[in-house]
């Protein structure tokens, strides 16, 4: 039986079990669209969030994260999954960083690309005035990351890892 959290704290049963709940605000629901927000629940102190199905995740699995290791939102990982990943403001953005930082464009600040036919990641800039700079440089061109790199968009610092790469990807055994 899952349990929710009301927004003033107190814990509450409810027998559906296809329901999650969590205690939100609204700068939660922006920084995750991926998660349908149900306002009719009964109780108004309550929000309730329909996960995305296992499906949704097996059709985009994560290739790699990216750390907020410096600036707002630090210490925040967010998911990078197949193909083009934007970063921006944007809660339509893949890779929504929305931390309070307004020097990060709302859209296509930068762009990180998997791969995975070659199996590499690379890193560009997003095509709006603010720069994105990759180890204290201007990120003019594209350029691929192995893994380890520093990638400053407006005042926040990521730390790229990589999870698939030439010893791993999720579509081998397809």
């Known amino acids: 039986m899952p349990i929710f ?3 003033n704290g107190e814990v509450k049963q ?5 329901l999650a709940t969590r205690q939100i605000n609204r700068n939660y629901e922006q920084q995750h669209s991926e998660e349908t927000i149900d306002d009719d629940y009964d109780d108004p102190n309550t929000r309730v969030l329909f996960k995305r199905s296992s499906e949704e995740e097996e059709e985009d699995p994560v290739v790699g ?3 907020v290791v410096n600036g707002k939102g630090k210490a925040k990982v967010l998911n ?8 921006g403001r944007s809660p339509d953005e893949r890779i929504s960083i929305n931390f309070g930082d307004e020097e990060i464009s709302r ?3 930068a762009i990180i690309t998997y791969d995975p036919r070659g199996r590499k990641f690379y890193v560009q800039h997003g095509g709006g005035k603010n720069l994105t700079y990759l180890a204290d440089q201007p990120l003019l061109i594209p350029m691929e990351l192995k893994g380890g ?4 968009i407006g005042q926040t610092t990521l730390r790229f890892i990589s999870l698939c ?3 791993f990807d999720w579509q081998q055994n397809s």
């Open 5 to 7: 959290r009301g927004l």
């Open 14 to 18: 409810d027998n559906d079990e296809e």
């Open 65 to 67: 994260w990216l750390v």
């Open 80 to 87: 990078l999954g197949y193909g083009m990943n934007s970063i």
């Open 107 to 109: 859209t296509q600040h």
């Open 149 to 152: 790199e520093e990638i400053l």
């Open 165 to 167: 790469g030439e010893d």
